[in-house]
């Protein structure tokens, strides 16, 4: 329920460049990070689906996988505001927010170690080395992108981030049987 109240807050986010083209001036690193957590939060629904084969559920588990959620709607929230008009376009706003979307997204990195020990030592063993590789870089990315500007850097995150999403649930997701 609540990655659904994301994705839709994604897409009304995004529909709505398509029906007000002029009320807000669009900027492309956040318009990837939208495309990017609508990816995250399709992701996170499949990998919550793996829990479906976890005996023993308790309540503990079910609060932690619905706070993770509102994790993830959070972030959506953050990049789709009721109205940006105290800014000059989604660019301004994304920089005066990105404290808060970038430390909320390095926090879900962190919850995700959790989440793939919920799955079991079975679950941890399966995505290998690149898991915690992978989750301890996007934390250090996701810090630095918290206090730097820098436009280049920015677009570089977004686009390889989205990159090597693709590429990761390609890779992790098209093997299972």
């Known amino acids: 329920m609540v990655v659904s109240l994301g994705i839709a807050k994604l897409l009304t986010g995004l529909v709505g460049f398509v029906q007000h083209p002029t009320r807000a001036k669009t900027y492309g690193v956040h318009l990837a990070w939208s495309a990017s957590m609508l990816l995250m939060l399709v992701h ?76 079991g030592q079975g679950r941890l063993l399966e995505l290998g080395i690149e898991f915690p ?11 630095t992108a918290a206090f730097v500007r820098n436009e280049t850097f920015h677009r570089v995150f977004a686009g390889g981030n989205l990159a090597y999403q693709v590429y990761w649930i390609h890779r992790t997701y098209e093997t299972l049987s």
């Open 44 to 119: 996170f629904w499949w990998w919550e689906f793996r829990l479906s084969h976890l005996h023993g559920w308790h309540f503990a588990t079910y609060a932690f996988v619905v706070y993770y959620a509102v994790m993830f709607f959070a972030l959506c929230a953050l990049l789709f505001p009721d109205n940006v008009d105290e800014y000059d376009g989604y660019e301004g706003y994304f920089h005066s927010r990105r404290r808060w979307f970038f430390g909320l997204l390095a926090f879900t990195f962190l919850l995700d170690f959790v989440d793939a020990a919920i799955k």
């Open 133 to 143: 590789i992978r989750n301890v870089a996007y934390i250090g990315l996701c810090i």
